[in-house]
Nanobody, 119 residues
């Protein structure tokens, strides 16, 4: 079983920067994809960015050009570098991992870390 722990959330002014980190542990199987979702109060959980073990990244349109996702396969960690932050970026950010076990996908979620962007 995979355990995900996020860190790096906090309060930042609009236009500022923040970096989120996620560490995966407890798995003896390959994690083929990791990434980030976010959820504001009363809203759905939306995809922010994903990255494969081969460093192929994809981003939501709303963060393209402002956020950068990266990972360290040896350490099973993923980071999200956020710049030019807007108040609309405020949400709880959740790390996820997609683990392949005997040909089946198993998804894991972190507890989430709060990001608040003030105007």
């Amino acid at each position: 079983q995979v355990k995900l722990v996020e860190s790096g959330g906090g309060l930042v002014q609009a236009g500022g920067s923040l970096t989120l980190s996620c560490a995966a542990s407890g798995s003896g199987f390959s994690i083929k994809r990791m990434g980030w979702y976010r959820q504001a109060p009363g809203q759905q959980r939306d995809l922010v960015a994903t990255i494969t073990s081969g460093d192929i990244a994809n981003y939501a349109e709303s963060v393209e050009g402002r956020f950068t996702i990266s990972r360290d396969n040896a350490k099973n960690t993923v980071e999200l570098q956020m710049t030019s932050l807007k108040p609309d970026d405020s949400a709880v950010y959740y790390c996820y991992a997609d683990q392949l076990i005997f040909g089946s996908d198993i998804f894991y979620w972190g507890q989430g870390t709060q990001v608040t962007v003030s105007s």
